[in-house]
T-cell receptor
Framework: GDSVTQMEGPVTLSEEAFLTINCTYTATGYPSLFWYVQYPGEGLQLLLKATKADDKGSNKGFEATYRKETTSFHLEKGSVQVSDSAVYFCVSRGYSSASKIIFGSGTRLSIRP | EAGVTQSPTHLIKTRGQQATLRCSPISGHTSVYWYQQALGLGLQFLLWYDEGEERNRGNFPPRFSGRQFPNYSSELNVNALELEDSALYLC???????????????FGEGSRLTVL
């Protein structure tokens, strides 16, 4: 069945470091891909998305490119800030009205000042 | 415009009791999803409602049930509560557009259920 595998955390980085959180998916067809972020004590919110191969989603300095050949959607940021400390979820959603939305297990990111 | 609202924010029950959680989607959204988030990390899919019907269900026992009302709000019921049901229950809504499921999910802040 469909699945999403993302990098296990926790990930701890210093401020201004480069961030990569890996995400790979398995799916029938071509799903839409999302990164959601959950800040401490809050609900989830969409960070960025890509709906077809080679699309690049970007927001708040974060980027992720939909790579069909490697079935990946890795999240990157060139210079992280303390305020980026949160849990990040990679999500796939199939192109079908009956599709479930598949969440990765989440990666907790902590940024040291 | 109001976002997804959930109530209650916190709920404390004892084993064997029943819990009812409520969710109001964003105006115009017809789909409601329920997720369980235990241990502060992974989300487990519970239920998906669209246009008043249950569209999909996760791997949870039948004592987890719900419904969607004509105004698209939704209720999650958990019967015969067990200690391991303690979790944050998140509701999300989206605007379904035929079969094109490319839409964003909008999440509420969640209802934290504690079972003693």
């Amino acid at each position: 069945g469909d699945s999403v595998t993302q990098m296990e955390g926790p990930v701890t980085l210093s401020e201004e470091a480069f961030l990569t959180i890996n995400c790979t998916y398995t799916a029938t067809g071509y799903p839409s891909l999302f990164w959601y972020v959950q800040y401490p004590g809050e609900g989830l919110q969409l960070l960025l998305k890509a709906t077809k191969a080679d699309d690049k989603g970007s927001n708040k300095g974060f980027e992720a490119t939909y790579r069909k050949e490697t079935t990946s959607f890795h999240l990157e940021k060139g210079s992280v800030q303390v305020s980026d400390s949160a849990v990040y979820f990679c999500v796939s959603r199939g192109y079908s009205s009956a599709s479930k939305i598949i969440f990765g297990s989440g990666t907790r990111l902590s940024i040291r000042p | 415009e109001a976002g997804v609202t959930q109530s209650p924010t916190h709920l404390i029950k004892t084993r064997g009791q029943q819990a009812t959680l409520r969710c109001s989607p964003i105006s115009g959204h017809t789909s409601v999803y329920w997720y369980q988030q235990a241990l502060g990390l992974g989300l487990q899919f519970l239920l998906w409602y669209d246009e008043g019907e249950e569209r999909n269900r996760g791997n949870f026992p039948p004592r987890f049930s719900g419904r969607q009302f004509p105004n698209y709000s939704s209720e999650l019921n958990v019967n015969a509560l067990e200690l391991e049901d303690s979790a944050l229950y998140l509701c999300a809504s989206s605007l379904e557009s035929g079969g094109a499921n490319t839409g964003e999910l909008f999440f509420g802040e969640g209802s934290r259920l504690t079972v003693l």
